[in-house]
C-alpha cells in the first residue's frame, strides 16, 4: 500500500512541477569536438523517423563517420571543413548503397557495417586522433 502511495504522489507531483524545469541544454545548441569544431548535423535529406526507418539514421551516420575520418586523413587536415565536411559528400553513396530503398532493411545496413566500417573505423578514429594532436 505505501507503494502505491509514493507511485500517486510521484505522478501527481510531475504535471504541478512541469513547468517549472527548465532545459539544461536547447536542442538546437551546436555541439564541439575535442578540437573546437563544430559538430554538422545530419541534414533533413538524411534524417529518418519511425522505428521501421531509425536503422537509416545510423546507416547515414556510419557511413559519415568513416569517410570523413578517411578525407581528413587524406588530407592530413585537422581544419574543421576536414575534419566535419558536408553532408553531401556521402547522399550518392548513400544512395547507391542502397540504404535510401524503401524495400530496405537494417540487415543491408548490418552487412555493409560488419564488412566496411567495423573493421577500420577504431583505427581510423585513432590515426586521426594522433595526427591532430600532433598539430597542436
Given at each position: 500500500?505505501?507503494?502505491?502511495?509514493?507511485?500517486?504522489?510521484?505522478?501527481?507531483?510531475?504535471?504541478v512541477?512541469?513547468?517549472?524545469?527548465?532545459?539544461?541544454?536547447?536542442?538546437?545548441?551546436?555541439?564541439?569536438?575535442?578540437?573546437?569544431?563544430?559538430?554538422?548535423?545530419?541534414?533533413?535529406?538524411?534524417?529518418?523517423?519511425?522505428?521501421?526507418?531509425?536503422?537509416?539514421?545510423?546507416?547515414?551516420?556510419?557511413?559519415?563517420?568513416?569517410r570523413?575520418?578517411?578525407?581528413?586523413?587524406?588530407?592530413?587536415?585537422?581544419?574543421?571543413?576536414?575534419?566535419?565536411?558536408?553532408?553531401?559528400?556521402?547522399?550518392?553513396?548513400?544512395?547507391?548503397?542502397?540504404?535510401?530503398?524503401?524495400?530496405?532493411?537494417?540487415?543491408?545496413?548490418?552487412?555493409?557495417?560488419?564488412?566496411?566500417?567495423?573493421?577500420?573505423i577504431?583505427?581510423?578514429?585513432?590515426?586521426?586522433?594522433?595526427?591532430?594532436?600532433?598539430?597542436?
Open positions: 500500500m505505501k507503494l502505491l502511495t509514493t507511485l500517486i504522489l510521484i505522478a501527481s507531483a510531475g504535471p512541477y512541469a513547468d517549472t524545469v527548465t532545459p539544461l541544454l536547447s536542442a538546437s545548441s551546436a555541439r564541439t569536438d575535442r578540437y573546437g569544431c563544430t559538430v554538422r548535423q545530419r541534414p533533413d535529406g538524411l534524417t529518418y523517423s519511425g522505428f521501421r526507418d531509425a536503422w537509416r539514421n545510423t546507416a547515414a551516420d556510419d557511413l559519415y563517420s568513416l570523413r575520418h578517411q578525407a581528413a586523413l587524406e588530407a592530413g587536415s585537422c581544419a574543421c571543413d576536414a575534419l566535419w565536411p558536408d553532408w553531401s559528400s556521402i547522399e550518392e553513396e548513400f544512395d547507391a548503397l542502397d540504404f535510401a530503398d524503401p524495400q530496405a532493411t537494417d540487415s543491408l545496413h548490418l552487412t555493409w557495417a560488419n564488412a566496411e566500417y567495423f573493421p577500420v577504431s583505427n581510423l578514429r585513432a590515426a586521426l586522433r594522433e595526427q591532430c594532436q600532433e598539430a597542436d
